[in-house]
C-alpha cells in the first residue's frame, strides 16, 4: 500500500512543522497509523500513533515527544504537528500503516521525509 508523505524540511529550534501522510482511499483496513523516526547512527523508533475509530481511535507518544507532538486522523491520513522543536528532533520520519488481514496485521512504510531542526 502507497503511503504519500508530506511536510518535511529545515525548521529552527523552537519551531513547528507538519507532516501528512495518506494512503488511498480504496484501503479500507487499516487499523493503526503512526510516525516513527530515526536519526543517523541510532534505530527507528516509534513517535506516535493512532488507531482508526472502530479502535476507540487512541494516540500515543513517544515520552520525548509527549506534550509537543499531537498526531490527528481523518479516515486514512493522518497529520502530526511538531511544536517546540529541538535538535533531537532532527530525523527521517516515516510513516506507518498496519492493515489486518484476519488476525494478522501487514507492516507498510512510506519512503520518509527527512525533517532537521537547526539554529
Known amino acids: 500500500v502507497p503511503l504519500v508523505e508530506a511536510g518535511g524540511g529545515l525548521v529552527q529550534i523552537g519551531g513547528t512543522r507538519k507532516l501528512s501522510c495518506v494512503a488511498p482511499?480504496?484501503?479500507?483496513?487499516?487499523?493503526?497509523m503512526g510516525w516513527y523516526r530515526q536519526a543517523p547512527g541510532k534505530q527507528r523508533e516509534l513517535v506516535a500513533s493512532?488507531?482508526?475509530?472502530?479502535?476507540?481511535?487512541e494516540a500515543k507518544y513517544a515520552d520525548s515527544v509527549n506534550g509537543r507532538f499531537t498526531i490527528t486522523r481523518e479516515l486514512n491520513r493522518i497529520y502530526m504537528e511538531m511544536n517546540r522543536l529541538k535538535s533531537e528532533d532532527t530525523a527521517v520520519y516515516y510513516c506507518?500503516?498496519?492493515?489486518?488481514?484476519?488476525?494478522?496485521?501487514?507492516?507498510?512504510w512510506g519512503q520518509g521525509t527527512q525533517v532537521t531542526v537547526s539554529s
Open positions: 506507518y500503516a498496519g492493515l489486518k488481514y484476519g488476525t494478522s496485521v501487514s507492516d507498510n
Open positions: 482511499s480504496s484501503v479500507n483496513n487499516i487499523v493503526t
Open positions: 493512532i488507531t482508526n475509530r472502530g479502535n476507540g481511535g
